[in-house]
Protein backbone atom coordinates (compact mmCIF):
# COMPACT_ATOMS: atom_id res chain seq x y z
CA UNK A 1 0.00 0.00 0.00
CA UNK A 2 3.12 2.33 -0.16
CA UNK A 3 4.03 4.78 -2.96
CA UNK A 4 4.91 1.90 -6.30
CA UNK A 5 8.48 3.15 -6.29
CA UNK A 6 8.30 2.11 -2.59
CA UNK A 7 6.56 -1.31 -3.62
CA UNK A 8 9.15 -1.93 -6.41
CA UNK A 9 12.24 -1.49 -4.12
CA UNK A 10 10.80 -3.43 -1.11
CA UNK A 11 10.22 -6.30 -3.75
CA UNK A 12 13.81 -6.18 -5.30
CA UNK A 13 14.98 -7.00 -1.70
CA UNK A 14 13.19 -9.26 -0.67
CA UNK A 15 14.48 -11.43 -3.16
CA UNK A 16 17.62 -11.37 -1.50
CA UNK A 17 19.10 -14.33 0.29
CA UNK A 18 18.43 -14.39 4.00
CA UNK A 19 15.92 -11.23 3.33
CA UNK A 20 11.89 -11.74 3.14
CA UNK A 21 8.90 -9.39 2.02
CA UNK A 22 8.86 -7.86 6.37
CA UNK A 23 12.69 -7.44 6.95
CA UNK A 24 12.94 -5.76 3.47
CA UNK A 25 9.53 -3.34 4.62
CA UNK A 26 11.92 -3.07 7.86
CA UNK A 27 15.01 -2.39 6.31
CA UNK A 28 13.66 0.33 3.41
CA UNK A 29 12.10 2.46 6.43
CA UNK A 30 15.25 2.28 8.42
CA UNK A 31 17.11 3.32 5.49
CA UNK A 32 14.44 6.19 4.92
CA UNK A 33 14.89 7.63 8.61
CA UNK A 34 18.80 7.56 8.13
CA UNK A 35 18.84 9.56 4.58
CA UNK A 36 22.11 11.18 5.29
CA UNK A 37 23.99 8.88 7.27
CA UNK A 38 22.93 5.20 5.54
CA UNK A 39 20.84 5.62 2.80
CA UNK A 40 23.67 7.54 0.29
CA UNK A 41 26.02 6.23 1.76
CA UNK A 42 24.87 2.54 0.88
CA UNK A 43 23.30 3.62 -2.95
CA UNK A 44 27.27 5.34 -3.37
CA UNK A 45 28.87 2.07 -2.44
CA UNK A 46 26.91 -0.20 -4.02
CA UNK A 47 27.43 1.95 -7.33
CA UNK A 48 31.16 1.85 -6.75
CA UNK A 49 31.23 -2.07 -6.87
CA UNK A 50 28.50 -2.16 -9.53
CA UNK A 51 31.45 -0.36 -11.65
CA UNK A 52 34.39 -1.89 -10.77
CA UNK A 53 34.09 -5.52 -9.04
CA UNK A 54 34.88 -8.29 -11.49
CA UNK A 55 35.01 -11.51 -11.36
CA UNK A 56 39.11 -13.01 -12.00
CA UNK A 57 39.69 -14.68 -14.87
CA UNK A 58 42.37 -16.59 -13.43
CA UNK A 59 40.97 -17.83 -10.06
CA UNK A 60 37.11 -17.06 -10.43
CA UNK A 61 37.36 -14.59 -7.04
CA UNK A 62 35.96 -11.09 -6.94
CA UNK A 63 37.79 -8.11 -7.06
CA UNK A 64 38.41 -4.41 -8.35
CA UNK A 65 41.65 -5.57 -10.28
CA UNK A 66 42.08 -7.98 -12.61
CA UNK A 67 43.44 -10.47 -11.98
CA UNK A 68 42.82 -9.96 -8.56
CA UNK A 69 45.31 -9.19 -5.63
CA UNK A 70 45.40 -12.83 -4.77
CA UNK A 71 46.72 -14.02 -8.12
CA UNK A 72 48.84 -10.93 -8.69
CA UNK A 73 50.79 -11.28 -5.28
CA UNK A 74 53.92 -12.81 -6.14
CA UNK A 75 54.48 -13.63 -2.23
CA UNK A 76 51.88 -16.38 -2.55
CA UNK A 77 52.57 -20.09 -3.54
CA UNK A 78 51.95 -20.82 -6.95
CA UNK A 79 52.17 -24.16 -6.68
CA UNK A 80 49.55 -24.54 -4.38
CA UNK A 81 45.89 -24.16 -5.93
CA UNK A 82 43.03 -24.48 -2.80
CA UNK A 83 39.93 -25.77 -4.86
CA UNK A 84 36.68 -23.96 -3.49
CA UNK A 85 32.78 -24.11 -4.27
CA UNK A 86 32.13 -20.30 -4.47
CA UNK A 87 33.54 -17.13 -3.25
CA UNK A 88 32.15 -16.55 0.23
CA UNK A 89 34.55 -19.88 0.70
CA UNK A 90 37.10 -18.38 -0.55
CA UNK A 91 36.67 -15.69 1.59
CA UNK A 92 36.11 -17.87 4.60
CA UNK A 93 39.46 -19.13 4.41
CA UNK A 94 41.32 -15.86 3.40
CA UNK A 95 39.36 -14.87 6.73
CA UNK A 96 41.46 -17.69 8.74
CA UNK A 97 44.88 -16.52 7.41
CA UNK A 98 45.96 -20.30 7.26
CA UNK A 99 46.47 -20.67 2.93
CA UNK A 100 49.00 -18.51 1.57
CA UNK A 101 48.62 -20.65 -1.62
CA UNK A 102 46.18 -19.78 -5.30
CA UNK A 103 42.86 -19.97 -5.55
CA UNK A 104 40.30 -21.70 -7.77
CA UNK A 105 36.67 -21.08 -7.43
CA UNK A 106 34.42 -23.93 -9.18
CA UNK A 107 31.32 -22.12 -9.01
CA UNK A 108 28.83 -24.68 -7.62
CA UNK A 109 29.04 -28.60 -6.80
CA UNK A 110 27.98 -31.55 -8.90
CA UNK A 111 24.45 -32.32 -8.25
CA UNK A 112 22.46 -34.60 -10.02
CA UNK A 113 19.69 -33.50 -8.06
CA UNK A 114 19.56 -29.68 -9.65
CA UNK A 115 21.27 -30.67 -13.29
CA UNK A 116 24.41 -29.63 -12.47
CA UNK A 117 27.48 -31.24 -14.28
CA UNK A 118 31.10 -31.27 -14.85
CA UNK A 119 30.53 -28.72 -17.74
CA UNK A 120 28.73 -26.56 -15.48
CA UNK A 121 31.60 -26.10 -13.18
CA UNK A 122 35.39 -24.33 -13.79
CA UNK A 123 36.62 -27.93 -13.67
CA UNK A 124 38.83 -27.84 -17.62
CA UNK A 125 40.58 -24.90 -16.69
CA UNK A 126 41.43 -26.23 -13.53
CA UNK A 127 42.50 -29.04 -14.85
CA UNK A 128 44.08 -26.84 -17.57
CA UNK A 129 46.11 -25.23 -14.81
CA UNK A 130 47.16 -28.17 -13.46
CA UNK A 131 48.44 -29.61 -16.89
CA UNK A 132 50.52 -26.53 -17.49
CA UNK A 133 52.40 -26.82 -13.96
CA UNK A 134 52.08 -30.64 -12.92
CA UNK A 135 54.19 -30.21 -9.80
CA UNK A 136 51.09 -28.19 -8.37
CA UNK A 137 49.49 -29.20 -4.69
CA UNK A 138 45.46 -29.22 -5.57
CA UNK A 139 43.53 -28.89 -2.58
CA UNK A 140 40.14 -29.64 -2.32
CA UNK A 141 38.76 -27.49 0.40
CA UNK A 142 34.92 -28.57 -0.81
CA UNK A 143 32.05 -29.04 1.86
CA UNK A 144 31.19 -32.48 3.79
CA UNK A 145 28.27 -32.82 2.00
CA UNK A 146 26.96 -35.53 -0.22
CA UNK A 147 26.90 -32.88 -2.86
CA UNK A 148 30.83 -31.39 -1.81
CA UNK A 149 32.07 -34.98 -1.69
CA UNK A 150 30.40 -36.36 -5.16
CA UNK A 151 32.61 -33.22 -6.41
CA UNK A 152 36.12 -34.28 -4.36
CA UNK A 153 35.45 -37.41 -5.59
CA UNK A 154 35.22 -37.03 -9.47
CA UNK A 155 37.76 -33.92 -9.58
CA UNK A 156 40.51 -36.85 -7.94
CA UNK A 157 39.83 -38.95 -10.43
CA UNK A 158 40.06 -36.57 -13.09
CA UNK A 159 43.52 -35.47 -11.47
CA UNK A 160 45.05 -38.20 -10.75
CA UNK A 161 45.79 -38.58 -14.65
CA UNK A 162 47.60 -35.47 -14.47
CA UNK A 163 50.34 -36.46 -11.95
CA UNK A 164 49.76 -34.06 -9.39
CA UNK A 165 49.63 -34.27 -5.70
CA UNK A 166 46.04 -33.78 -4.72
CA UNK A 167 44.80 -33.31 -0.94
CA UNK A 168 41.45 -32.42 1.35
CA UNK A 169 41.07 -30.70 4.60
CA UNK A 170 40.99 -32.94 7.37
CA UNK A 171 37.74 -34.16 8.97
CA UNK A 172 36.86 -34.77 12.86
CA UNK A 173 36.12 -33.19 15.67
CA UNK A 174 35.42 -28.98 15.03
CA UNK A 175 37.29 -26.67 17.90
CA UNK A 176 35.14 -26.00 20.37
CA UNK A 177 33.14 -29.12 19.47
CA UNK A 178 31.57 -30.99 22.38
CA UNK A 179 31.03 -34.96 21.62
CA UNK A 180 27.88 -35.17 23.16
CA UNK A 181 26.50 -32.67 20.29
CA UNK A 182 28.23 -34.13 17.49
CA UNK A 183 26.48 -36.29 14.91
CA UNK A 184 27.48 -40.42 14.23
CA UNK A 185 29.11 -40.02 10.91
CA UNK A 186 31.90 -37.03 12.32
CA UNK A 187 32.26 -39.22 15.11
CA UNK A 188 32.86 -42.15 13.58
CA UNK A 189 35.48 -40.03 10.93
CA UNK A 190 36.93 -38.84 13.85
CA UNK A 191 37.46 -42.45 15.29
CA UNK A 192 38.89 -43.37 11.80
CA UNK A 193 41.59 -41.17 11.34
CA UNK A 194 42.67 -40.42 15.22
CA UNK A 195 46.37 -39.50 15.31
CA UNK A 196 49.03 -40.79 17.69
CA UNK A 197 49.84 -38.10 20.57
CA UNK B 1 39.36 -9.87 3.07
CA UNK B 2 37.87 -8.94 -0.13
CA UNK B 3 38.96 -5.85 -2.10
CA UNK B 4 37.82 -2.48 0.47
CA UNK B 5 34.82 -1.24 -1.76
CA UNK B 6 33.61 -4.77 -1.04
CA UNK B 7 34.12 -4.54 2.73
CA UNK B 8 32.67 -1.42 2.58
CA UNK B 9 29.55 -2.22 0.93
CA UNK B 10 29.50 -5.49 3.15
CA UNK B 11 29.75 -3.28 6.38
CA UNK B 12 27.10 -0.26 5.47
CA UNK B 13 24.28 -3.64 4.40
CA UNK B 14 25.00 -5.39 7.96
CA UNK B 15 23.90 -2.50 9.85
CA UNK B 16 20.15 -2.43 8.24
CA UNK B 17 17.67 -3.88 10.52
CA UNK B 18 17.49 -8.09 10.18
CA UNK B 19 20.63 -8.46 8.61
CA UNK B 20 24.14 -9.15 9.79
CA UNK B 21 27.66 -9.29 8.27
CA UNK B 22 27.07 -13.18 6.90
CA UNK B 23 24.21 -12.38 5.27
CA UNK B 24 25.28 -8.95 3.96
CA UNK B 25 27.74 -11.06 2.45
CA UNK B 26 25.44 -13.71 1.09
CA UNK B 27 23.36 -10.81 -0.15
CA UNK B 28 26.19 -9.02 -1.87
CA UNK B 29 27.46 -12.09 -4.00
CA UNK B 30 24.25 -13.29 -4.67
CA UNK B 31 23.42 -9.29 -6.24
CA UNK B 32 27.32 -9.54 -7.65
CA UNK B 33 26.63 -13.20 -9.49
CA UNK B 34 23.19 -11.55 -10.80
CA UNK B 35 24.51 -8.24 -11.85
CA UNK B 36 21.87 -7.01 -14.95
CA UNK B 37 19.21 -8.72 -13.67
CA UNK B 38 19.15 -8.00 -9.89
CA UNK B 39 22.06 -5.34 -9.09
CA UNK B 40 21.08 -2.61 -11.61
CA UNK B 41 17.55 -2.77 -10.68
CA UNK B 42 17.86 -2.55 -7.22
CA UNK B 43 20.64 0.37 -7.56
CA UNK B 44 18.50 2.42 -9.82
CA UNK B 45 15.10 1.61 -7.34
CA UNK B 46 17.04 2.54 -4.74
CA UNK B 47 18.06 6.16 -6.14
CA UNK B 48 14.40 6.46 -7.47
CA UNK B 49 13.32 6.39 -3.77
CA UNK B 50 16.12 8.46 -2.41
CA UNK B 51 15.49 11.06 -4.70
CA UNK B 52 11.74 11.12 -4.77
CA UNK B 53 10.05 9.79 -1.15
CA UNK B 54 9.19 12.57 1.46
CA UNK B 55 8.04 12.27 4.77
CA UNK B 56 4.09 13.78 4.54
CA UNK B 57 4.26 16.95 6.43
CA UNK B 58 0.40 16.28 7.49
CA UNK B 59 0.58 12.77 8.42
CA UNK B 60 3.69 11.74 8.62
CA UNK B 61 3.89 8.50 5.86
CA UNK B 62 6.37 8.02 3.47
CA UNK B 63 5.38 8.73 -0.27
CA UNK B 64 6.77 10.60 -3.41
CA UNK B 65 3.65 13.20 -3.30
CA UNK B 66 3.24 15.77 -0.98
CA UNK B 67 0.94 15.83 0.85
CA UNK B 68 0.78 11.78 0.75
CA UNK B 69 -1.91 9.86 -1.29
CA UNK B 70 -3.76 9.16 1.59
CA UNK B 71 -3.84 13.30 3.07
CA UNK B 72 -4.91 13.88 -0.51
CA UNK B 73 -7.33 11.47 -0.91
CA UNK B 74 -11.04 13.27 -0.77
CA UNK B 75 -12.75 10.00 -0.69
CA UNK B 76 -11.30 9.63 3.08
CA UNK B 77 -12.42 10.45 5.70
CA UNK B 78 -11.37 13.64 7.73
CA UNK B 79 -13.08 13.38 10.16
CA UNK B 80 -10.85 9.72 11.78
CA UNK B 81 -7.54 9.93 12.85
CA UNK B 82 -5.78 6.73 13.32
CA UNK B 83 -2.88 7.54 15.46
CA UNK B 84 -0.01 5.02 14.62
CA UNK B 85 3.60 4.15 16.49
CA UNK B 86 5.47 4.28 12.94
CA UNK B 87 5.06 4.24 9.42
CA UNK B 88 5.28 0.65 9.00
CA UNK B 89 2.00 -0.04 11.42
CA UNK B 90 0.58 2.78 8.92
CA UNK B 91 1.12 0.16 6.10
CA UNK B 92 -0.02 -2.61 8.17
CA UNK B 93 -3.23 -1.06 8.55
CA UNK B 94 -3.58 -0.21 5.00
CA UNK B 95 -2.56 -3.79 3.74
CA UNK B 96 -5.60 -4.71 6.14
CA UNK B 97 -7.91 -2.56 3.94
CA UNK B 98 -10.06 -2.00 7.10
CA UNK B 99 -9.72 1.85 7.69
CA UNK B 100 -11.07 4.73 5.11
CA UNK B 101 -9.66 7.59 7.42
CA UNK B 102 -6.75 9.17 7.94
CA UNK B 103 -3.29 9.24 9.97
CA UNK B 104 -0.74 10.54 12.82
CA UNK B 105 2.26 8.91 12.51
CA UNK B 106 3.83 9.76 16.34
CA UNK B 107 7.21 8.53 15.38
CA UNK B 108 7.77 6.29 18.35
CA UNK B 109 6.26 5.49 21.74
CA UNK B 110 6.71 7.42 25.40
CA UNK B 111 9.38 5.61 27.15
CA UNK B 112 11.26 5.93 30.27
CA UNK B 113 14.08 3.56 29.40
CA UNK B 114 14.54 5.00 26.55
CA UNK B 115 14.34 8.51 27.96
CA UNK B 116 11.50 9.40 25.01
CA UNK B 117 8.77 12.00 26.36
CA UNK B 118 5.95 13.46 24.56
CA UNK B 119 8.50 16.53 23.34
CA UNK B 120 10.40 13.68 20.63
CA UNK B 121 6.60 12.38 20.01
CA UNK B 122 4.56 14.18 17.28
CA UNK B 123 1.79 15.07 19.79
CA UNK B 124 1.69 19.21 19.59
CA UNK B 125 0.68 18.34 15.97
CA UNK B 126 -1.75 15.65 16.85
CA UNK B 127 -3.84 18.09 19.27
CA UNK B 128 -3.62 21.18 16.68
CA UNK B 129 -5.13 18.59 14.35
CA UNK B 130 -8.14 17.98 16.83
CA UNK B 131 -8.45 21.51 18.26
CA UNK B 132 -8.71 22.90 14.85
CA UNK B 133 -11.89 20.44 14.13
CA UNK B 134 -13.34 18.89 17.77
CA UNK B 135 -15.63 16.79 15.69
CA UNK B 136 -12.90 14.36 14.74
CA UNK B 137 -12.81 10.97 16.07
CA UNK B 138 -9.31 9.83 17.47
CA UNK B 139 -8.30 5.56 16.90
CA UNK B 140 -5.23 5.09 19.09
CA UNK B 141 -4.00 1.98 16.68
CA UNK B 142 -0.61 1.44 19.23
CA UNK B 143 0.87 -1.95 20.20
CA UNK B 144 -0.57 -3.76 23.60
CA UNK B 145 3.08 -3.45 24.86
CA UNK B 146 3.57 -1.25 28.46
CA UNK B 147 5.20 1.53 26.38
CA UNK B 148 2.50 1.42 23.77
CA UNK B 149 -0.29 1.16 26.23
CA UNK B 150 1.36 4.61 28.44
CA UNK B 151 1.63 6.46 25.51
CA UNK B 152 -2.41 5.57 24.45
CA UNK B 153 -3.08 6.60 28.51
CA UNK B 154 -1.38 9.73 27.87
CA UNK B 155 -2.76 10.75 24.87
CA UNK B 156 -6.35 9.88 25.53
CA UNK B 157 -5.45 12.17 28.94
CA UNK B 158 -4.69 15.10 26.53
CA UNK B 159 -7.28 14.78 24.33
CA UNK B 160 -9.84 14.59 26.84
CA UNK B 161 -9.53 18.32 27.46
CA UNK B 162 -10.49 18.86 23.28
CA UNK B 163 -13.58 17.44 23.36
CA UNK B 164 -12.98 15.08 21.18
CA UNK B 165 -14.11 11.11 20.75
CA UNK B 166 -10.68 8.74 21.75
CA UNK B 167 -11.17 4.88 20.99
CA UNK B 168 -8.49 1.72 20.47
CA UNK B 169 -8.57 -1.00 18.73
CA UNK B 170 -9.95 -4.11 20.66
CA UNK B 171 -8.64 -6.43 22.53
CA UNK B 172 -8.37 -10.18 22.48
CA UNK B 173 -8.24 -13.79 20.82
CA UNK B 174 -6.41 -12.97 17.44
CA UNK B 175 -7.91 -14.76 14.75
CA UNK B 176 -6.65 -18.54 14.18
CA UNK B 177 -5.98 -18.19 17.88
CA UNK B 178 -5.61 -21.38 20.26
CA UNK B 179 -7.00 -21.01 23.34
CA UNK B 180 -4.40 -23.10 25.01
CA UNK B 181 -1.35 -21.08 23.73
CA UNK B 182 -2.84 -17.67 24.32
CA UNK B 183 -1.21 -15.99 27.47
CA UNK B 184 -2.95 -15.30 30.91
CA UNK B 185 -3.11 -11.35 29.88
CA UNK B 186 -5.19 -11.56 26.78
CA UNK B 187 -7.48 -14.14 28.00
CA UNK B 188 -8.58 -11.99 30.67
CA UNK B 189 -9.07 -9.28 28.52
CA UNK B 190 -11.39 -11.28 26.18
CA UNK B 191 -13.14 -12.69 29.27
CA UNK B 192 -14.11 -9.17 30.38
CA UNK B 193 -14.61 -7.85 27.04
CA UNK B 194 -16.75 -10.42 26.39
CA UNK B 195 -19.82 -9.64 23.76
CA UNK B 196 -22.99 -11.11 23.78
CA UNK B 197 -23.92 -12.71 20.77
Chains 1, 2 share one sequence.
Request: net charge negative.
Amino acid sequence: MAAPELEHLIGLLAKLPTLGPRSARRAVLALLSKKEKQFVPLVEAMETVLEKVQTCPICGNMDTVVPCTICSDDSRRGNQICVVRDVSDLWAIERANVFKGRYHVLGGLLSALDGIGPDELQIESLLAKVRQNPETEIILALPTTVEGQTTAHYLSDRLADCGCVVSTLSRGVPVGGELDYLDDGTLQMAFKARRQV
